[in-house]
């Protein structure tokens, strides 16, 4: 029993592993849908495990999508060198904004991170190296469109955002940012250093979501403000991980996987109301279900133990 | 049974599964792939017309002895999406053909899959000059839009004939523009236009309903305080109507009053706000007047879905899968090569108005588009007032002020030298 848990990983990455050769194009890239919002929520929820709540999503996705496409068509830099400095831009956005805004509290901290896309989505619109509002066209996609090696680079981010994760909740830092959620006083006049560990858990989370944002743009050779700073990038992640269930590692993967896919699926059953649907089955199940999937499935199996 | 009878019963057996298979060969339709944003108002107009035109085809018979099937992809204005939809489109459903498009932002998206595939293309949308550059030598790619510079250079040429005829006053003119990528677009592709006519040009963002926005008023007090003869906007359908009422508001009424959204909302034909509005555009339903194919189309659209076509994307989404039918019956196949070749021979004579020719643009090898119209709604329909070959009314100059409305709404009485 003990060993179950981690033989079900491994079950999953290698079935992860082994698709691509069972899948066409077109599931390919869903499934490049399913990683980057599993990237997206899962680094969401680690910062919402110390009890902030962020909205920076979109915003950091952009910085590392923008960077990266930016990169590629002023430099020519490899795509992967694009994305790893994608990434490094969106961890020093947010260590110098965090670094500002993390004093804030609550509901200012969730409007400032709000804040943070559409400032960004500002800037490049008026910005002609940024292509100002037309955006940027990359010569190639990278892999020149290979989609089996596009599938392993956002296999690999999901698989890294994963990991992170599980190591997250092994350190000192999650004790200390577990501490911070539940009562800030307590956790001063224990000794830990709030500011210091809020600014390490934001430069992470967003430096993941930049490379998420960076290596999503170069697979469409192209990036707009409109694309890059969508809205849907901030709110549709939150979603999922509240679908699966947030404060887990497995929650958040969970709900990215079941409402990426069902979101194409929708897609092609309902071509003209699919977004209608959608949306009515992402509110109904946060209003029955707002444990999420991983509550639904603790309760069951602490009702079957008991 | 010897040898022999076993021999001719199985020679008679495969003649017969042949014919048999043969025959479902025949029987399987050729496919186009359509991808569209199917919540807009552009996609709605789009899908329908492109469900009708396949309807005409099939009911005389279908292409190649086969009928035709389209197949509908929702992009939601998104370039992941659109790249998503087309590798459905090419692997799952292997489509012959790929048509439809109208956002810049999610044709830039489909470009590496498109060239990755290397389909015949034949897209209605897209109007960027980006898109042109990275469309550079690809064969199979063909436009049936203008480019967005090409644009702002034929309303410009239709306002100095109609400043000519009308003795229309704009030296000092008010761009107001929605901040994204269509609304800065155009403004940028104008602003060399309207100066180098001698237009005291201002511009200024704003954001547009459809995107969070609709408060307009700070944009419109300031092309009051400009003094601006003629005030542009450039945004989405849901501006129009908010722009409208808080014009009258403030009580601006220049000169001309522009709008040029896509597509209008439903509902403006029948508000008293519109009146005078000047607008650019592709197509009126007013043109079925003077043009048989247009009214053709206007007549099988409101029969088949019991409503109007709002957006010029209708009759450009019928003229797209109409230029396809042909271009099939004239290839009599769909091999890449064959079919690029017929669509080069296109002459279609569109319900736009235009006959659709492929020519050289600046950089791609097949373009196609239909001609820039300036139009004004006068007493709630939407009428062409240029080009003066396929105008079905006259100009109403200036445009009324708000408290002079009822007795203002009259054609202009300045034109010069113009028949009665």
Partial sequence: ?306 | MNVRKIVRVMVAVSLIWGALTTGALAAEPIKMGAILPLADSTGKDGSRSMELAVKQINEKGGLLGRQVKLIMMDDEMKGDKAAAALDKLVTVDNVDIIVGGVGSGATMGAIPGMKKYGKVVVWIGGASGKIEEAMAGQDWFFHLHAWDYQQGALWETGYLEMEQKYGIKRKKTFMAYEEGAFGSGSFKAGKPIYEAAGNELQGEAFKSAALGGGDYRSVLRHAKEFGAESFIWTGYDKDALPIMEQAKEIGFAPGLFVGSPPGWPVDFKNTPLNQAVMFYSYWSEAQGVKNKNSKMYSDAFRKEFKDDPVTYFGPLAYTNIMIVAEAIKRAGTLDNAALIKALEATSYASPMGDTFVFKKSKIIDHQAFASPKIMQWQNGKAQVVWPWEVATAKLIYPFPAWDKRDKAAVPAKKAKGEKK
């Fill in chain 1, 1 to 306: 029993m003990k060993y179950s848990k981690y033989l079900a990983v491994l079950v999953l990455f290698i079935v992860a592993a082994a698709l691509p050769n069972y899948l066409g194009l077109y599931q390919l890239q869903i499934m490049n849908f399913v990683f980057v919002y599993i990237a997206f929520a899962l680094s969401w929820d680690m910062l919402l495990r110390s009890g902030q709540l962020s909205f920076g999503i979109a915003g950091f996705a952009g910085i590392g999508g923008y960077t990266s496409v930016l990169c590629g068509y002023n430099f020519a830099l490899s795509p992967i060198l694009c994305i790893l400095i994608g990434s490094a831009v969106a961890g020093i956005v947010a260590l110098f904004v965090g670094s500002q805004v993390l004093k804030l509290r609550g509901l200012y901290f969730s409007i400032v991170t709000l804040a943070i896309g559409e400032i960004f989505r500002v800037i490049v619109r008026n910005l002609e190296v940024t292509g100002a509002a037309e955006g940027i066209l990359l010569p190639n996609a990278i892999f020149m469109g290979n989609a089996t090696k596009t599938y392993w680079l956002m296999f690999a981010i999901a698989t890294f955002t994963i990991i992170i994760s599980i190591l997250f909740q092994k350190t000192r830092i999650y004790y200390a940012l577990t501490s911070i959620s539940n009562d800030e006083i307590v956790a001063a006049s224990s000794g830990v250093n709030i500011f210091k560990y809020l600014v390490i858990i934001f430069v992470v989370t967003s430096a993941i979501q930049g490379m998420a944002g960076a290596a999503y743009w170069q697979i469409y050779a192209s990036v707009t403000p409109e694309g890059a700073f969508n809205l849907g990038f901030a709110l549709l992640p939150i979603t999922m991980a509240l679908f699966g269930g947030v404060g887990t590692t497995w929650g958040p993967v969970i709900g990215s996987a079941i409402l990426s896919v069902t979101a194409e699926y929708l897609k092609l059953q309902f071509p003209h109301g699919h977004l209608l649907v959608y949306g009515f089955i992402m509110v109904a199940a946060i209003l029955w279900f707002p444990s999420g999937i991983m509550g639904v499935f603790k309760q069951f199996t602490a009702k079957f133990n008991t």
